[in-house]
C-alpha cells in the first residue's frame, strides 16, 4: 500500500501542469492562486479534524510539525512558482535532484544504509530523469536565477521533508499532511501580498476549492503516507515516476510526442525502482 499509494501520488503531481496551465490561460495564476489553493485544504482539514475530535498533538511533537509545515510549504509553493516564472525543463530537472539529496539526509540524520543497490539505482533515477526533461533540447543559458533558485530549493526542501515525515513516526497521516498545508498557505499569502491581484479572470470560481480538495490534497496525502512509511532511499527512486506520468499526460492533452530520449529516460527511471525495490525486498 505505501508503494501503489507513493505512485499514485506521483501521477497527480505529475498531470500539475495541465490545471495550473488551465488557470493560467483564464488569468488567474501566480501567488495568489497558491494561496487560495491551500488556505481551502487547510481551512477544509482543520475545520473536519476537529468535528472528528482528532487534534490530539502532544507537546514535543510540536516541534516536527514546524518544520514539516516549513519544509513542505516552501517544496510547493517554490515548486508552482518556479513553474509560473520559469522553463518547465529547468525548473524539473533541478528539482529531481532531490533523489540525491534524500539519500544523503537519510544516511546523515536517519542512518539508513545506502548500499549498493541504492546507489546504482539513485544514478539510473537521476539520468534518467535528465534526459526525460532535457528532452535532447539545450538548456537556455540566460534563464533567471531567481527560478532557478526557486526550483533547486524546492528539490532540497522536499528531501528534507522527507526525513523529517519519516523520524515524526507519533504524528497521525492527517496531522502531517494539515502543517504541510498550512505552511503553504502562510508562505503563499507571504509572496501574495506583494503581487497585484488578477484583473478580470475568466473561470467559474468554484473550481478552485473543487482542485485544492480533490487534487492536490489527495496528491499531498498520498505522498505523505507512502514517504512516512518507506526508507528514503526507495521513496527517493519512486516520485521521479511522476516525471514520466508528466510527458505521458503531455503527449496526450497537449499532443507534445516523446522523443526517443524520453522514453530512454522512462525506462532509467523504472529500471531505478525496480532495482530498489527489489533490494528492499531482499532486505538490503
Known sequence: ?????????????????????????????GPWLIALIYL???????????????VKIARHDWRSL???????????????????????????????????????FA???LRETIGWRGAIAVALACSG????VLRGQHMDQGEDLLT?????????????????????????????????????????LVFAVFAPWPQHPQWPAFLIPVFAWFWVGLATASTVYGVSRLPIRV????????????????????KEAMSSMEILGAVLILSASFVQLVGQKAGE
Not at 505505501?2 to 495564476?29: D, H, K, N
Not at 530523469?129 to 526525460?132: A, D
Request: charge should be positive; proline fraction near 3%; charged fraction near 5%.
Open 1 to 29: 500500500m505505501p508503494v501503489l499509494s507513493l505512485i499514485v501520488g506521483a501521477a497527480l503531481w505529475g498531470t500539475y501542469w495541465w490545471p495550473l496551465r488551465f488557470f493560467s490561460e483564464q488569468g488567474f495564476g
Open 40 to 54: 481551502f485544504l487547510a481551512g477544509a482539514g482543520t475545520l473536519l479534524l476537529r468535528r472528528r475530535g482528532t
Open 66 to 104: 514546524a518544520l514539516i509545515a516549513l519544509l513542505g510549504g516552501w517544496t510547493n509553493v517554490a515548486f508552482m512558482l518556479a513553474l509560473f516564472q520559469g522553463q518547465v525543463v529547468l525548473v524539473l530537472l533541478l528539482f529531481y535532484l532531490s533523489p540525491v539529496w534524500a539519500v544523503i
Open 107 to 109: 544516511r546523515v540524520f
Open 129 to 132: 530523469t535528465v534526459l526525460v
Open 148 to 188: 532557478m533558485f526557486l526550483a533547486a530549493s524546492s528539490g532540497l526542501a522536499f528531501a528534507l521533508s522527507n526525513v523529517v515525515l519519516r523520524s515524526a513516526n507519533r504524528l497521525s497521516d492527517a496531522a502531517r499532511s494539515l502543517a504541510i498545508w498550512w505552511g503553504c498557505a502562510g508562505i503563499g
Open 235 to 254: 521513496s527517493a527512486v519512486i516520485m521521479p515516476i511522476e516525471v514520466i506520468v508528466g510527458a505521458v499526460s503531455a503527449w496526450i492533452l497537449a
